[in-house]
């Protein structure tokens, strides 16, 4: 099935300024962008806000989420309500607890009746997605982001999870359901299943989405063997037989 035929949005994650405008460019599919602190640190981003102000300037038209970055949740919020006057496409990306594991729930509500568009992050659990979409509720459009792919790599199925958290968020039609963390192109089909409405994917996992209904089975078996083929040649193996 052609990626377009999808129900799930597909969002590119990642803080490379140039890859982000490339992935814009080039797949139309792609209808929004997610960040974070770890994402940008790697890329070499120093100036949080000149950074962010660029991404808007060349992506203005699709919603991108940027992260607060404090362990304080005063400081949270007066950092929560200054990116979100840096455009209508905005969400704040709010981690679902601090560092000692104490609920954002309270804040995550003042921000919700301040009209703030918030992505919430890093949930593991069945149990934080009834809190923060208790917390979003009757508020501004929003996004609980669950890290069905962390979870995964404990050895725990997070499809059961998923389709747990699309039937929480499905009285609030403003909240969308992000599978986040996906691990292979193929979590993208797991998140149309189950009923995600958007999934955060790497530029790779976007390229081989960009790939779905176009090859068989048999036209991979068949690559695969002509790969080894050259291969060989290339390396010039030999046998004495």
Known sequence: MDIASYNVKIYADGADLEGMIGTYRKYPFVKGFTTNPTLMHKAGVTDYESFARKVLEAIPDRPISFEV????????????????????????????????????????RRLADAGVKQNVTAIMTVKQVYVVAEALAGGPPSNISIFAGRVADIGIDPVPMMHAAAAIVAPEPQIELIWASAREALNIVHAHQVGCHIITATPDQIAKAAAFGRKTPEDLSLEAVRIFRTDSLAAGFTLKL
């Open 69 to 108: 970055f404090s362990d304080d949740f005063d400081e949270m919020e007066h950092q929560a309500r200054h990116i979100a006057t840096w455009g209508e496409h905005v969400y704040v990306k709010m981690p679902v607890t601090n560092t000692a594991g104490e609920s954002a729930a309270p804040l995550i």
